[in-house]
């Protein structure tokens, strides 16, 4: 299919287990740091040229394509690294981000998804999910915030909303980072000790930090009833910054490679053009 | 004040006439172009900087400063090169990015600035407007979209939406980029001569072009009527795609400088929070 085989390895299959996947590990990739940071940079301009590729087919009105990456973690595991040093090497006129918080009093007066739709990425763009629909399934499990039916409700309703998107023309991309316990609190302590990164401390992040276990469980669930054909999920070992980079940047490239995208043929005389543009 | 003074020079002051800027010129700056490039590799990693600080500033409820930087020019004066290799620098989170398009019959059953409104940046953020409000006062009056005492009534309706605006938090960066009508013909040019350049190519584009002169007259009169003290307009001769590049950055370093955004101190108990996470 294409050159990215070396992810394959991440996607969350038959029999999958969050507790055999070691935060530590680079599965599938055989460079180091250093390869892995030269493979970044060089995959940033492949990205660059096909997500633009991307953009023109469907403005020619030829196709309607768009890749959508959703994000989820615990605190602290690399999201914003991902945004920042994955998505950040794509022209910012490519690319819709949407970063999701607890939702408003409207939000939750509506359905969880809501808020969620209205965000989906238009043809030609990549949209990106920093935190998603998903959190419904995962804090909102883990501290009880809607009713165990409910939740039952959502995975199905999750399934249907993403089959729907992905017949649309959306190719979804969903990872997980995983970061071990231990190093979670070792880069909140790093936020703690430097007073430039104590905005991104919230005491909050400890409260949900002592329910690991439980999160833990409710993403194992979620892979389980979520994780489908046409939208499987992806975890990540995400204790080397620099390996769920580029892994996440692989994931992109395989699917706009499976898109494909191709300049669009000129729909005006491009001679006749020429010949109207010399004379002004 | 900073740094930036050599931009100075491209604000829109009294008297000032585009006919007079010469759009091959590198006003006030004194390098050439491979120092250029490298004052704006420089300059990345500043701005990128600066807009976490004022994003973690407004996020601690500490201010409500944010950027706005106008991007109007005629067509391939390099508007998208201004997104990608300036905006693009900085990390996609800290970008809200918005493209104004011709009016949808929605929006034109609304006032010209029902659409603008709801674009501009939050607290914390860098906004983009690539085209804006401008073009109801550009292409409307060129095309005669609207007629002469509405065009009229839109350049104080402009400048009052522009002071509430800024009274709000906002540095509005306005910026015309400005390039010969020699240079956009061979842009044009070549757009037809490459393949996969034609999807950006537009016939329209040629029928705006042989209105070139009343596009000049119509941004000379958009410049004496709201280019206003805290909200100035800044012509940057643009056939030097990276002067034109170096010196909006420059202009949205200086922005941010004003500002002068700090890290926000910690609302919470560092010391108290280390010994609850130690216990983690």
Redesign the interface.
Same mark, same amino acid.
């Given at each position: 299919m294409n050159a990215h085989q070396w992810t394959h390895g991440l996607q969350v299959g038959e029999g999958f287990r969050l507790a055999d996947v070691d935060p530590d590990g680079t599965p599938g990739y055989r460079g180091d740091k250093a390869e892995g940071q030269a493979d970044l940079r060089t995959g940033l301009a492949a990205l660059g040229e096909l997500q633009e590729r991307l953009y023109?087919?469907s403005?020619?009105g030829e196709a309607k394509d768009a890749v959508l990456l959703v994000l989820q973690a615990m605190d602290s595991a690399g999201k914003?690294g991902i945004?920042?040093h994955v998505?950040?090497g794509v022209?910012?006129?490519g690319?819709v981000?949407a970063?999701f918080k607890a939702p408003t009093a409207e939000e939750r007066a509506h359905d969880f998804l809501w808020r969620i739709e209205p965000r989906l990425p238009a043809p030609g763009f990549i949209g990106?999910f920093?935190r998603s629909h998903y959190e419904d399934v995962l804090i909102a499990r883990v501290r009880g915030f809607a009713p165990p039916e409910e939740i039952e409700r959502r995975y199905a309703a999750i399934n249907d909303f993403e089959a729907r998107a992905t017949a649309s023309g959306i190719r979804i991309v969903k990872v997980m980072l995983h970061i071990s316990r231990d190093e979670q609190?070792a880069r909140?302590?790093e936020r703690?000790d430097r007073?430039?990164k104590? %905005?991104?401390?919230n005491?909050g992040d /400890?409260d949900e930090?002592?329910l690991w276990d439980d999160y833990m469980a409710a993403y194992q669930t979620v892979f389980e009833r979520t994780s489908t054909a046409s939208a499987p999920w992806h975890v990540i070992p995400a204790n080397r910054k620099w390996y769920a980079r580029l892994a996440v940047q692989e994931l992109l490239l395989a699917a706009l490679e499976g898109i494909d995208p191709q %300049?669009?043929?000129?729909d005006?005389d /491009?001679d006749a053009?020429?010949i109207?543009?010399?004379a002004?």
């Open positions: 023109a087919q403005r020619a914003g945004v920042k998505v950040g022209d910012p006129q690319i981000l970063a990106v920093d609190k909140l302590m703690l007073p430039d104590h %905005w991104k401390y005491p /400890v930090r002592m %300049w669009p043929v000129a005006f /491009v053009e020429k109207r543009l010399a002004t």
